[in-house]
């Protein structure tokens, strides 16, 4: 063998080598949630019905009783990270969080970074205002101010109808609510099922359906490459589908049965 040629052979080698021991480095996250016990998972502390603070400061909700689901069905214990709907996908990728179980809706733009479950929960997404707007489609927004959480679908939705439409892009959902409320935005983009809850609690003001932006069924989210853990989240959905867990779920926190979700 000649010495140019066994010095490849030898760097090959090495390289083989390096990347095995980066591979058996980087623990499948799914073994990594039971070796450690815990399981984080990011949430919402200001969008009801999914997550928010009651009366004793604890968090509640469709998606913190989905959160406590999967932990129990792990066998571990449960770590609940409240985060704004920016803060996400970025928790995903620093390997702050383990899953996102915060009402995220499929845009072909997140997919590039995060893997999505099958759904678990089904929304739609619109534009609600005054009695009074006469607006039927994004074109008849004009000097209307749209209030929307940053990050959120519905603000991807409504930047791509109406590029040109005032958008207020707050930090997180209650303070586009509040925006609302106060008269600093006319319009409000958000979930259906939160609008519902918001119109409850807010009888003076006017949550009046405008526009359907999109449907939006809910998905847990992990981070690309996770396929083990995915795998997992699907097997779960479906057995708690089958079951009647989420069923219960949708009465409790959406008002209704649930429907049959569309396959991912």
Do not use: C
Not at 14 to 37: N, P, Q, T, W
Not at 132 to 147: E, F, P
């Amino acid at each position: 063998m000649k010495a140019g040629f066994r010095a490849v052979v030898v760097a090959l080698g090495f390289l083989a080598a390096g990347l095995l021991s980066s591979v058996e480095a980087r623990a499948d996250k799914l073994a990594d949630i039971l070796s450690k016990g815990v399981v984080r998972i990011t949430v919402f502390a200001d969008v009801p019905p999914f997550g928010m603070m009651n009366a004793n400061r604890e968090l509640e909700g469709f998606d913190i009783d989905m959160a406590k689901l999967v932990a129990k069905a792990l066998g571990v214990k449960l770590e609940l990270l409240p985060v704004p709907a920016a803060s996400r996908i970025p928790f995903l990728l620093t390997d702050k969080s383990d899953m996102n179980i915060a009402a995220m809706s499929i845009t072909a733009e997140r997919a590039r970074q995060i893997m999505y479950s099958a759904p678990y929960a089904d929304t739609s997404l619109a534009v609600y205002g005054a009695k009074g707007l006469a607006l039927k489609s994004a074109a008849d927004i004009g000097r209307n101010r749209v209030a929307v959480a940053k990050g959120t679908t519905e603000d991807l939705v409504l930047t791509a109808l109406a590029p040109g439409a005032d958008i207020m892009r707050t930090e997180d959902n209650a303070t586009a609510v509040q925006a609302y409320l106060s008269g600093h935005a006319q319009l409000l983009a958000a979930n259906s099922v939160v609008v519902v809850e918001l119109a409850k609690k807010n009888p003076a003001k006017e949550f009046d359906f405008k526009f359907a932006l999109r449907r939006a069924p809910a998905h847990v989210t992990v981070r690309l490459g996770e396929h083990t853990l995915l795998r997992w989240l699907d097997t779960l959905i479906f057995q708690s589908t089958l079951n009647g867990d989420l069923d219960e779920l949708h009465k409790k926190w959406l008002g209704g049965p649930m429907q049959p979700l569309p396959a991912l």
